[in-house]
Structures are given as structure tokens and as C-alpha cells.
């Protein structure tokens, strides 16, 4: 490898690093309940009275109801800001949160701040795109999946300072560390596709000669423009299925198109039957891993901890937990682009699904030792982060052409964030109802469902050139004249 590659693998890691710090963000904000709840609930709380039943509720899953309602403002700025200054303003809300919190004890106000940094987890789609469009096609996936190793890494930092610094001292840290990431993002360059969606195609090049570490003028620089051209073409959605006669597809690369007409992302994605089926899988793909329960175990770690394993520290277990959640996600950056996507996430699901089942049956029948309910607890989360933790978001980035890109992860996500806001708010009712195994048997049932799904539904991406995706979503019958 020449030291140019190695430089420019080491300036795209730094420049995701950076970026998926929203991410970050993100997994303190949805940590920060956890270790708060005994607090919020007690005489003694540093609110300005302790919460009710509802309250709690509400501080578990308001965040995402923020989130569900700000994602079509995601679509909107992306394509008008571009991906860097989008990520960039969805720092902000998470800023203001934070600042709400440090001056005010008031429970509505509690509330509404936490709704509020739901705002800032809506621009989540932005990062992961721009992640996407940034990295050279043998690394896109390890470098889209460290995006959501932030948001565990997150949880990590601030389940640990939840244990050790005071309420406050973890109100102004998380305050400055939202002001570091926007600083932070603003020294970057924008993605290259977005910039030659708005016809910066000098822009665009600086962009790639950054991120590759080339000189703009460079061979490298034209073919990856010439790329982006044939992702924008205005022709492309009608060779793909095949309303046009092939031999069009022979010229596609040496013929200069017009200007194509001015769509809607909405009007583009009617009119886009290869988008469409894009959109249905990965939907269906993220939804069951929602219903799999992990955001159950990560907004209400301490209290499942102490009800589970009643005998040991809840907090210390709660930060052994977002460890586990590091390792795993960090471990499927390695090994995605190495298995491939579709086979990491069935394996992955299987053995998620296996877990909660061993687990569920833990607390009805109490079979075993009492740690083994923690250790099943730990293996879940592992198995989970390994793949459907990760995979979903990654391919959501891969799967669409870049007119509706933006558009289709912000749906994607809105259906993520109102999946998960019913799940809490069933949780937390249900279990006082029925218990938690009952629960857990009907997560394991969701994972094992999803896992057949994606065996015979979801295409795989490894190695693929980003522009070539989209061909996997094309009818099966003009698949063969592009040997896919």
C-alpha cells in the first residue's frame, strides 16, 4: 500500500472520528436517565420535586418523540446545507439542552430539554452519509460502522462519569463537549457528492483531493468525478429498469447529459421503483432490530441491573455493559468488510436471539446461578452490536442514489425513533402487567423472524462501488444484463 493510501485511510478515520462525535452526543443523552432515575424518583432529588411514574416515562422516551418530529427538517437541510453544515446545526439543539439543564431543576423543563436533544439525535442520517460519501469504497463500511460505535462510546462515557462526578459537573461536561464537536466538524471539508449536486465541481474536487490526499489535479480526482457524474445522471433510473433500450447504457459514459428537470426528493422516490424496494427492506430490517429490545436494556440498564442482579452494583454493571457494546461494534468495523453485510447480520441476530431466549427462560425458571443472568445479559449486548446494532445504519447509507439519500435515511430513522419511543412506553407499562420474561420471549421471537428476512430479502454490499448499489434493487429479470 503507498503512503498516500495509508494517509488518506488515516485523514478518513479522523474525519469520522470527528463526525460520528453526533453520534456521541446522542448516546449521552439516551445514557443520562439511566443513572439519574434513583435520583429523580427520591425525596431527596436535586429536581425541584420528585417525579411521578409518568415523569420517568416521559424522561425514558421523549427523546425520541423530539427526534421523530425534527427528522424531516434532517431531509430539508441536507440537501439545502450540505452534509458538514447540517451536522454542524444539529449539535446545537444537544448545546442548548444541556445549557437548560445547568440552570434549571424544574421538572416540565427537565422534560422539554430532553425532547429537545431529540432535535439534535434527528440529524444522526447526516453523519452516517457523510461518512459514506467521504470513504474510499474498501473502508465504507468499517468507517459507516465506527459512526455508531460513537453513540456506544457515549453511553460508555457517561454511564462512568454518571458514577463518579457530581449532577452538575455531568451537565457542564456534556455542555462543553457538544460546543468541541461543532467546532470540530466546522474544520472539515463538505462531502464531494453533495457539492457536485449543487454544480461546485471545483469544491467537489478540493473535497476529494482532501479526503484522498491528492493533488486536485490528479487522475484519482477526475475518476472519482466522473463517479459522482454517473450517480447524478439524469437518465440512470430509467436504464436501470429498463425503460430505455439497452444499448443506451453502452453510451451512458460517453455521452454528456442535459440538465435534468428539478424534482422533489418525494416525487423522485415515487417515480424510483429500485428506491422503493431499497426503502422497504431497510425499514423492515431496522424495525425488527428495534423489536429486539436493546433500547430497553440501554434507557433502563440500572433498574433491569437491579432487578435482574439484585445482589451486585447496578452502576458498575452498567458501565461494564456500554464496554461490551464498544468492543462488539468495534469488532463488527473489522469484520464487515471482510463477511460482508447480510451474512454478519443473520449470524449476528441468530445468536442475539438465542441470548435473549436463554435469558428469558433465566428469569422465569431461575435455572441457574443468579450471575448467569447478567452474563446472558452481557452476551446479548455483544452479539447485538456486533450486527444489528450496526449493520442497518450502515447499509441505509449504502442503499439509495444520492437524489433521494438523504430523504430515505431521515424515514428510515423516523420509523427508528417511533419504534423505539413505543417500545419504552409498552415496556414500562407491560412489565408491571407481565414481567420481563414474557417480554424478552417476544424480543427473541422478533430477532429470529428478522434473521429469515434478511436470508432471503437483503442483498450484500461488500466491496461494492457506491454507484453500483442501487443496480441490486433493479427487477431480477434486467439484472442479467448487468451480470449482478
Known sequence: MSRAKVKSYFIQTLATLIISNLCTLTGYIFAWPSYNVANFRSNSTVLSHPMTTLEISLVGSVVNIGALVATPFCTYFLNKLGRKYTCMLFGVPYAMSWAILSVSNYVPFVIVALALSGIGAAGVPASTIYISEISDDSIRGILTSNAISGYFLGLFLSYSWGGYLSYYNVVHLHLGLCVLYIIMVGSLKDSPVFLMQTNKEKEAAKSIAFYRCVDVTSKEVEIELANIRLQLDP??????????DMTVTKELLKIKSEPAEAKSEWKFLINSPSSIRALTIAIITMTYTVLMGVVVLQVYAEPLFREAVPSMEPNQLTIYLAIDFIVGSLICGVLIDRLGRKYLLIITTVLTSIC????????????????????????FSFFYNLGPATIPFVIAAEFFVPEVRGLCNCLINACTWLMNFVTLQLFSQLVDWV???????????FGFLGAVFCQFYLPETKGMPIEAIPLLFIKKDKRRHYNI
Open 235 to 244: 437518465r440512470r433510473e430509467n436504464i436501470l429498469e429498463g425503460k430505455n
Open 356 to 379: 435473549i431466549l436463554l435469558m428469558a427462560t433465566q428469569l422465569q425458571f431461575s435455572w441457574a446461578p443468579q450471575w448467569t443472568t447478567a452474563g446472558f445479559m452481557y452476551a
Open 435 to 445: 414481567g420481563l420474561a414474557p417480554l424478552f420471549y417476544l424480543f427473541s421471537f
